[in-house]
């Protein structure tokens, strides 16, 4: 099956909930992955953060699709997952939820609070998937045009794993002659590399600036020290923005929460409790 984003007849994606799991007790944190990976990517974070909190680890809807070996629907995009998030956040009967989120759920995550700033009490965003940061900054240059143009290509055609591998090192999560074959999570990124087809959705998705602006929710950005360009310049132009926002930067590159959880969970646990204060 190719990557192609095409209808579904008769689904109704935009409303269900995010598949999730709670465990812990609490105060509400919602945590949002990235793609590839999934939510599996916040098992050990959620084992940990369960011993204060009740923890919900939701999963992407675009990663539950391609698990579940179905086509996106054709209006599938952030505004679907922000709010199949609003969807899961009702279902399980909670008014206000600390919320984090890492790339493409960090950029669902920065839309869910702009939409519903109500709903959250904090919000953490790891080097969040927002493009629209770029053009609102006016920090979008040919190399990140070009970037575009090769996401929207994966959206027509299937995504190989030269594709997958191309991405990989695009999102800094090593160099171009990084045997990534070795890493634990490889054949879990070939079997859902499809996802990679929802990136175009990711441009297409506008927010203000001024709504980023007049957002009270307190913000912590994380973002790694050696991580790609692009990355930290959308990092960079929330910290710049955002009225109520501290910056973690952490050694490594875009998986960096995960390649220093003590440093991270240290930080969001203080986060957090200076937002219930």
């Known amino acids: 099956m190719n990557g192609s984003i095409r209808p579904v007849t008769g689904t109704t994606h935009e409303t269900r909930p995010l598949l999730h799991e709670v465990i812990g007790t609490g105060d509400p944190l919602v945590l949002l992955p990235g793609t590839l990976s999934g939510w599996v990517q916040w098992v050990d974070h959620a ?30 995009g952030v505004a679907m997952e922000r709010d199949a998030l609003l969807a899961t956040v009702d279902t399980l009967g909670l008014d206000r939820v600390d919320l984090a989120g890492w790339s493409s759920g960090g950029g669902v995550a920065l839309a869910f609070a702009l939409a519903h700033p109500e709903r959250v009490r904090t919000l953490t965003l790891i080097e969040p998937a927002a493009m629209w940061v770029l053009r609102e900054t006016g920090r ?24 997958l591998k191309a991405f990989l090192v695009g999102a800094g999560l090593g ?3 990084t045997t990534f074959e070795a890493h634990p999570r490889w054949e879990h990124w070939v079997r859902n590399r499809r996802a990679l087809a929802t990136n175009a959705t990711e441009w297409d998705h506008q927010e203000s600036l001024e709504d980023l602006r007049r957002l009270s929710v307190p913000i912590l950005a994380v973002k790694g020290a050696e991580t790609a360009a692009f990355l930290a310049a959308m990092t960079d132009g929330i910290v710049t923005n955002a009225p109520h926002v501290s910056l973690l930067e952490l050694p490594g590159g875009h998986a960096c929460f995960l390649e220093h959880p003590e440093a991270f969970l240290t930080a969001l646990e203080a986060h957090i409790s200076e937002g219930v204060m």
């Open 47 to 76: 084992a940990r953060l369960a011993e204060h909190h009740t923890v919900i680890r939701a999963q992407l809807l675009s990663v539950e699709l391609v698990e579940a070996d179905e086509p996106f629907p054709e209006d599938y």
């Open 140 to 163: 979008m240059t040919a190399t990140y045009r070009e970037m575009e143009a090769g996401d929207r290509a994966l959206a027509i055609r299937e995504v190989t794993i030269d594709d």
């Open 175 to 177: 160099p171009p002659y």
